[in-house]
Protein backbone atom coordinates (compact mmCIF):
# COMPACT_ATOMS: atom_id res chain seq x y z
CA UNK A 1 0.00 0.00 0.00
CA UNK A 2 1.56 3.26 -1.16
CA UNK A 3 2.28 5.99 1.93
CA UNK A 4 0.17 8.28 -0.09
CA UNK A 5 -3.03 6.54 1.04
CA UNK A 6 -2.36 5.95 4.65
CA UNK A 7 -3.94 9.46 5.68
CA UNK A 8 -7.14 8.54 3.79
CA UNK A 9 -7.42 5.05 5.64
CA UNK A 10 -6.67 6.84 8.95
CA UNK A 11 -9.28 9.24 8.37
CA UNK A 12 -11.98 6.16 7.74
CA UNK A 13 -10.81 4.30 10.53
CA UNK A 14 -11.00 7.38 12.83
CA UNK A 15 -14.58 8.98 11.59
CA UNK A 16 -15.77 4.83 12.18
CA UNK A 17 -14.08 4.75 15.45
CA UNK A 18 -15.56 7.68 16.75
CA UNK A 19 -18.98 7.00 15.38
CA UNK A 20 -19.49 3.64 16.25
CA UNK A 21 -17.96 4.12 19.86
CA UNK A 22 -20.92 6.88 20.40
CA UNK A 23 -23.92 4.92 18.67
CA UNK A 24 -23.21 1.20 19.08
CA UNK A 25 -23.69 0.55 22.76
CA UNK A 26 -27.22 2.19 22.60
CA UNK A 27 -27.98 0.41 19.03
CA UNK A 28 -26.96 -2.87 20.21
CA UNK A 29 -28.28 -2.22 23.99
CA UNK A 30 -31.90 -2.04 22.63
CA UNK A 31 -32.02 -3.86 19.27
CA UNK A 32 -29.99 -6.88 19.97
CA UNK A 33 -30.14 -7.45 24.12
CA UNK A 34 -32.81 -5.74 25.78
CA UNK A 35 -36.02 -6.33 22.90
CA UNK A 36 -35.11 -10.05 22.21
CA UNK A 37 -35.08 -10.38 26.29
CA UNK A 38 -38.44 -8.90 26.34
CA UNK A 39 -37.01 -5.72 28.75
CA UNK A 40 -38.36 -3.38 26.69
CA UNK A 41 -41.44 -3.51 23.71
CA UNK A 42 -40.14 -4.82 20.63
CA UNK A 43 -40.35 -2.87 17.32
CA UNK A 44 -43.39 -4.28 15.47
CA UNK A 45 -42.83 -4.51 11.53
CA UNK A 46 -44.61 -1.09 10.63
CA UNK A 47 -42.50 0.88 13.19
CA UNK A 48 -39.44 -0.90 11.77
CA UNK A 49 -40.20 -0.19 7.96
CA UNK A 50 -41.33 3.44 8.80
CA UNK A 51 -38.19 4.40 10.35
CA UNK A 52 -35.21 2.01 8.41
CA UNK A 53 -37.31 4.21 4.88
CA UNK A 54 -37.00 7.51 6.14
CA UNK A 55 -34.13 9.14 4.43
CA UNK A 56 -32.19 10.52 7.28
CA UNK A 57 -32.07 6.58 9.00
CA UNK A 58 -30.93 5.53 5.36
CA UNK A 59 -28.38 7.92 5.11
CA UNK A 60 -27.08 7.52 8.57
CA UNK A 61 -27.28 3.94 8.52
CA UNK A 62 -25.26 4.51 5.24
CA UNK A 63 -22.30 6.56 6.86
CA UNK A 64 -22.35 3.92 9.78
CA UNK A 65 -21.57 0.74 7.99
CA UNK A 66 -19.45 2.23 5.56
CA UNK A 67 -17.60 3.72 8.17
CA UNK A 68 -17.61 1.00 10.64
CA UNK A 69 -15.99 -1.26 8.10
CA UNK A 70 -13.28 0.62 7.11
CA UNK A 71 -12.63 0.86 10.93
CA UNK A 72 -12.42 -2.74 11.35
CA UNK A 73 -10.25 -2.96 7.83
CA UNK A 74 -7.81 -1.13 9.21
CA UNK A 75 -7.68 -1.72 12.84
CA UNK A 76 -7.71 -5.79 12.16
CA UNK A 77 -4.76 -5.30 9.74
CA UNK A 78 -2.68 -3.91 11.96
CA UNK A 79 -4.03 -6.43 14.54
CA UNK A 80 -3.29 -9.47 11.98
CA UNK A 81 0.34 -7.49 11.50
CA UNK A 82 1.42 -6.63 14.93
CA UNK A 83 -0.13 -8.97 16.57
CA UNK A 84 0.39 -12.39 14.59
CA UNK A 85 4.08 -10.82 12.83
CA UNK A 86 2.77 -11.59 9.40
CA UNK A 87 5.11 -9.29 7.89
CA UNK A 88 5.46 -10.47 5.35
CA UNK A 89 2.20 -10.98 4.13
CA UNK A 90 1.48 -6.91 4.35
CA UNK A 91 -0.01 -6.87 0.65
CA UNK A 92 -2.52 -9.54 0.71
CA UNK A 93 -3.84 -8.47 4.11
CA UNK A 94 -4.29 -4.96 3.25
CA UNK A 95 -5.91 -6.36 0.27
CA UNK A 96 -7.60 -8.75 1.91
CA UNK A 97 -9.62 -6.53 4.92
CA UNK A 98 -9.73 -3.06 2.55
CA UNK A 99 -11.46 -4.94 -0.55
CA UNK A 100 -13.97 -6.83 2.04
CA UNK A 101 -14.68 -2.94 3.20
CA UNK A 102 -15.10 -1.79 -0.15
CA UNK A 103 -17.34 -4.78 -1.47
CA UNK A 104 -19.59 -4.96 1.61
CA UNK A 105 -19.86 -1.10 2.06
CA UNK A 106 -21.11 -1.35 -2.00
CA UNK A 107 -23.84 -4.20 -0.59
CA UNK A 108 -24.63 -1.19 2.14
CA UNK A 109 -25.05 0.81 -0.69
CA UNK A 110 -27.07 -0.63 -2.46
CA UNK A 111 -29.49 -2.20 -0.14
CA UNK A 112 -29.91 1.13 1.80
CA UNK A 113 -30.15 3.83 -1.22
CA UNK A 114 -31.14 1.77 -3.26
CA UNK A 115 -33.45 -1.05 -2.65
CA UNK A 116 -35.14 0.53 1.01
CA UNK B 1 35.59 -22.98 4.43
CA UNK B 2 34.41 -20.87 6.90
CA UNK B 3 31.96 -19.02 5.64
CA UNK B 4 29.93 -22.47 4.66
CA UNK B 5 30.77 -22.94 8.11
CA UNK B 6 28.70 -19.54 9.32
CA UNK B 7 25.68 -19.46 7.19
CA UNK B 8 24.37 -16.33 9.23
CA UNK B 9 27.84 -14.40 7.25
CA UNK B 10 27.82 -13.16 4.58
CA UNK B 11 30.92 -11.01 3.57
CA UNK B 12 30.19 -7.51 3.40
CA UNK B 13 26.20 -7.48 4.35
CA UNK B 14 26.63 -9.10 7.70
CA UNK B 15 22.74 -10.40 8.65
CA UNK B 16 21.20 -8.17 11.15
CA UNK B 17 20.56 -9.51 14.63
CA UNK B 18 16.77 -9.85 15.10
CA UNK B 19 15.85 -11.11 18.29
CA UNK B 20 12.82 -13.67 17.11
CA UNK B 21 9.21 -12.95 18.98
CA UNK B 22 7.10 -15.05 19.70
CA UNK B 23 3.81 -14.94 17.95
CA UNK B 24 1.62 -14.62 21.39
CA UNK B 25 4.18 -12.21 22.30
CA UNK B 26 0.98 -10.18 23.90
CA UNK B 27 -0.42 -13.01 26.26
CA UNK B 28 2.71 -12.39 28.58
CA UNK B 29 1.40 -8.97 29.69
CA UNK B 30 -1.74 -7.88 31.28
CA UNK B 31 -1.10 -4.28 29.04
CA UNK B 32 -0.32 -6.16 26.31
CA UNK B 33 -3.56 -8.47 26.41
CA UNK B 34 -5.68 -5.41 26.44
CA UNK B 35 -4.42 -3.52 23.77
CA UNK B 36 -4.82 -6.98 21.61
CA UNK B 37 -8.72 -6.87 23.18
CA UNK B 38 -8.79 -3.43 22.19
CA UNK B 39 -7.86 -4.12 18.54
CA UNK B 40 -9.81 -7.17 18.38
CA UNK B 41 -12.96 -4.67 19.19
CA UNK B 42 -13.16 -3.86 15.79
CA UNK B 43 -14.75 -7.15 14.94
CA UNK B 44 -17.20 -6.35 17.13
CA UNK B 45 -17.85 -2.87 15.03
CA UNK B 46 -17.67 -4.72 12.38
CA UNK B 47 -20.29 -7.36 12.94
CA UNK B 48 -22.94 -4.98 14.85
CA UNK B 49 -22.99 -2.83 11.37
CA UNK B 50 -23.42 -6.04 9.21
CA UNK B 51 -26.23 -7.14 11.61
CA UNK B 52 -27.86 -3.97 11.79
CA UNK B 53 -27.90 -3.94 7.50
CA UNK B 54 -29.48 -7.44 7.73
CA UNK B 55 -32.21 -5.93 10.43
CA UNK B 56 -33.28 -3.06 7.75
CA UNK B 57 -32.47 -5.67 4.92
CA UNK B 58 -35.31 -8.28 6.32
CA UNK B 59 -37.62 -5.51 7.60
CA UNK B 60 -37.85 -4.88 3.51
CA UNK B 61 -38.45 -8.63 2.69
CA UNK B 62 -41.95 -8.32 4.89
CA UNK B 63 -43.50 -9.21 8.11
CA UNK B 64 -43.13 -12.89 8.02
CA UNK B 65 -39.17 -11.98 7.18
CA UNK B 66 -38.71 -10.14 9.60
CA UNK B 67 -40.24 -11.79 12.24
CA UNK B 68 -37.97 -14.63 11.71
CA UNK B 69 -35.43 -12.69 12.21
CA UNK B 70 -36.56 -11.34 15.23
CA UNK B 71 -37.54 -14.88 16.51
CA UNK B 72 -33.55 -15.93 15.84
CA UNK B 73 -32.40 -12.78 17.73
CA UNK B 74 -34.68 -14.18 21.02
CA UNK B 75 -32.71 -17.11 20.90
CA UNK B 76 -30.60 -18.07 24.12
CA UNK B 77 -27.28 -18.87 22.30
CA UNK B 78 -28.19 -15.44 20.08
CA UNK B 79 -28.53 -13.17 22.97
CA UNK B 80 -25.09 -14.42 24.98
CA UNK B 81 -22.89 -13.61 22.02
CA UNK B 82 -25.06 -10.29 21.43
CA UNK B 83 -24.29 -9.81 24.92
CA UNK B 84 -20.59 -10.62 24.88
CA UNK B 85 -20.50 -8.15 21.25
CA UNK B 86 -22.30 -5.31 23.48
CA UNK B 87 -19.60 -5.69 26.29
CA UNK B 88 -16.64 -5.48 23.36
CA UNK B 89 -18.73 -2.18 21.55
CA UNK B 90 -18.56 -1.17 25.39
CA UNK B 91 -14.86 -1.80 25.86
CA UNK B 92 -14.31 -0.14 22.32
CA UNK B 93 -16.34 3.17 22.87
CA UNK B 94 -14.42 3.59 26.42
CA UNK B 95 -10.85 3.13 25.12
CA UNK B 96 -11.67 5.14 22.08
CA UNK B 97 -12.96 7.92 23.84
CA UNK B 98 -9.93 7.62 26.10
CA UNK B 99 -7.82 8.42 23.75
CA UNK B 100 -9.65 11.55 22.73
CA UNK B 101 -7.52 13.83 24.73
CA UNK B 102 -4.03 12.45 23.19
CA UNK B 103 -5.67 12.79 19.42
CA UNK B 104 -7.20 16.03 20.01
CA UNK B 105 -5.23 19.17 21.52
CA UNK B 106 -7.65 22.04 21.73
CA UNK B 107 -6.22 25.40 22.11
CA UNK B 108 -8.02 28.22 24.28
CA UNK B 109 -7.06 31.40 24.52
CA UNK B 110 -3.35 30.40 24.29
CA UNK B 111 -3.53 27.33 26.47
CA UNK B 112 -4.22 23.79 26.57
CA UNK B 113 -7.65 22.87 27.41
CA UNK B 114 -6.72 20.10 30.17
CA UNK B 115 -7.52 16.28 28.97
CA UNK B 116 -10.61 15.63 31.62
CA UNK B 117 -12.10 18.46 30.21
CA UNK B 118 -11.62 16.81 26.49
CA UNK B 119 -12.61 13.90 28.44
CA UNK B 120 -15.73 15.13 29.82
CA UNK B 121 -17.27 16.51 26.79
CA UNK B 122 -16.85 13.06 24.79
CA UNK B 123 -18.28 11.28 27.62
CA UNK B 124 -21.11 13.84 27.49
CA UNK B 125 -21.38 13.46 23.65
CA UNK B 126 -22.03 9.64 23.94
CA UNK B 127 -24.65 10.47 26.52
CA UNK B 128 -26.32 13.11 24.35
CA UNK B 129 -26.06 10.49 21.40
CA UNK B 130 -27.28 7.31 23.62
CA UNK B 131 -30.34 9.26 24.61
CA UNK B 132 -31.37 10.51 21.36
CA UNK B 133 -30.72 6.65 19.75
CA UNK B 134 -32.58 5.53 23.14
CA UNK B 135 -35.60 8.46 22.27
CA UNK B 136 -35.91 7.50 18.72
CA UNK B 137 -35.78 3.55 19.57
CA UNK B 138 -38.02 3.76 22.31
CA UNK B 139 -40.34 6.18 21.11
CA UNK B 140 -41.12 4.84 17.71
CA UNK B 141 -42.60 1.13 19.58
Known amino acids: MPRSREPILWALFSAGGMLSALVFPALAFVLWVAMP ?80 | MAQRLNTDYTRYHPKWYRRRM ?62 VVLLALLFHTVTWLGLAPKALVIKLGGRRLPDRLVLAGHYVAWGGTTVVLLWILLGVA
Open chain 2, 22 to 83: PIFWWLGKGAYLKFIVRELTSLSVAYAALLLLLQAWFATHGEDRYLQFTEWLQSAPIISLHV
Open chain 1, 37 to 116: LGLVEPLAWQDMIGLVRHPLTRLFLFALVTLSLFHWAHRFRYTLYDGLQLYHLNQLIAVVTYGAAVVLSSVAGYVLLVVL
